[in-house]
């Protein structure tokens, strides 16, 4: 498969949305493979968000750092206000101030530094269902996370908060098939294989788990393991989309031409966006 095409299927919102992409860098490079990549430590001094809301102790390492869009002036003269407001506030009025950066961060697509906040809110009142949103929160900036030290350190604060949640509640299996994922391009992939394995031990037709397992085994090449995925998933919800893409993707690359060929006309007649009816034409370029 071309690693352009590959990209689009990741990375396009319509069919990978949120928690079920890798991370960017992770299908743009495709000499990757599970297992080579660097371990999921963070920095010492590490540059948590694109807005460098965390004071840094050493000189700024700039790989670390994502390079957005500039904000307008009024965004930025927003921001300062805010960050001001935080530094002033009283314990009291301190969550409320850091939602409202939370909120801000997440309107400006600055999805680190939104996690960064919302992982001050866990902190401020440790509740289960507040280190799960600062786990759903690395984990959102974990997916947009474009070099491999930043995806690094977002993946390592996405499994902390996540695990501090399942601590609290062992059976937030969402959680837990989301986590996984996070170790793909550590020193230990198979751990986030036995987590996803663990999830279909409670739930055998866990679509995350099984569309997650699917991912990996493509990323892998055994695209015969990634089609059984897929198939599970579409017994259970014919209608899913990102399953019939790459069950269609899958059933190109193992040369299953006919099958693909349905597959793939049936995604295309239900999905509008350009990028994924370029990489189907692509692909059934394919199997003429």
Excluded: C
């Excluded at 699917?214 to 014919?238: C, E, H």
């Amino acid at each position: 498969m071309k690693a352009s095409t590959l990209y689009v299927l990741v990375a396009t919102v319509g069919l990978s949305a949120g928690l079920y992409s890798l991370p960017r860098w992770v299908v743009q490079n495709k000499t990757k493979q599970l297992g080579n990549a660097p371990g999921g430590r963070s920095t010492a001094t590490p540059v948590s968000d694109s807005m460098n809301v965390v004071a840094n102790t050493g000189t700024k390492d700039e790989s670390t750092i994502e390079h957005n869009q500039p904000l307008t002036p009024g965004q930025q003269k927003q921001v300062e206000t805010l960050q001001q407001a935080y530094a002033t506030a009283t314990p009291a009025t301190r969550p409320a101030v850091a939602q409202r950066l939370v909120s801000f961060f997440r309107s400006a697509s600055r999805f680190d530094s939104a996690a960064h906040y919302t992982g001050i809110l866990a902190q401020l009142a440790p509740t289960e269902q507040n280190y799960l949103r600062a786990g759903d929160q690395y984990f959102e900036a974990y997916g947009f996370a474009v070099n491999e030290k930043k995806t690094a350190y977002l993946g390592e604060k996405t499994r902390e908060f996540y695990q501090k949640a399942l601590d609290k509640n062992p059976n937030l299996l969402a959680a837990k098939a989301n986590m996984a994922m996070t170790y793909v391009n550590t020193q230990t992939p198979m751990q986030g294989i036995m987590l996803l394995r663990e999830v279909l031990q409670q739930d055998p037709t866990n679509e995350l788990a099984l569309f997650n397992l699917g991912m990996l085994s493509m990323r892998s090449g055994q695209y015969s393991k990634a089609i059984d995925r897929f198939r599970q998933i579409l017994v259970n919800d014919p209608t899913n989309r990102r399953a019939q893409f790459y069950l269609g993707v899958s059933l190109v690359e193992t040369n299953q031409k006919e099958e693909a060929k349905t597959v793939l006309a049936d995604v295309k007649a239900n999905e509008k966006d350009p990028q994924i009816q370029a990489a189907i034409k692509e692909l059934e370029e394919r199997v003429k």
